[in-house]
């Protein structure tokens, strides 16, 4: 948090904070427990990510489809985390980012958290395609 002795590592971060009020000392203080539960989903969502890449760059000791499922998983988490923060936003009225002029909503809200739904998005449906069309298959294919 801005003020704390680590703060120099996340400057930019404070900026984040007053646009979004989740992330910023209100929610702290409030003691609202869904930044830390996303931040959890983070580390899981990671770990998920991480080991898609490491598998999918092996030449061929993985069975590539099921080494997709485990990308597509780990997209559709993002996907849906990003999702469940955006609806928490709006079914809460705006809570934690109504006090912003609506520039630095579009500007400093919607565009960066709309990259974590539309990247997941295209790639949701990149190795959805390429699932769905191995279930097509049979064995005599």
């Not at 992330?23 to 409030?30: F, K, N, S, V």
């Not at 598998?55 to 080494?67: E, F, G, R």
């Not at 955006?86 to 630095?104: A, K, P, Q, R």
């Amino acid at each position: 948090m801005e003020g704390g002795s680590l703060n120099f590592l996340w400057r930019p971060y404070n900026l984040y904070a007053k646009i979004d009020h989740f992330y910023g000392i209100q929610a702290l203080e409030a003691n609202d427990g869904f930044t830390g539960a996303q931040a959890f989903l983070n580390v899981v969502e990671s770990i998920l990510n991480l080991t898609y890449l490491y598998l999918a760059s092996q030449p061929t000791n993985y069975n590539i489809n099921k080494v997709n499922l485990l990308g597509f998983s780990a997209a559709l988490l993002t996907f849906n985390k990003t999702a469940l923060y955006w609806l928490n936003e709006f079914f809460s009225g705006m809570n934690h980012t109504g006090h912003n002029s609506i520039f630095d909503f579009v500007l400093l809200w919607v565009i960066p958290n709309g990259l974590w739904i539309v990247v997941p998005g295209l790639i949701l449906v990149t190795l959805g395609r390429d699932l769905c069309g191995q279930l097509g298959r049979t064995k005599a294919d």
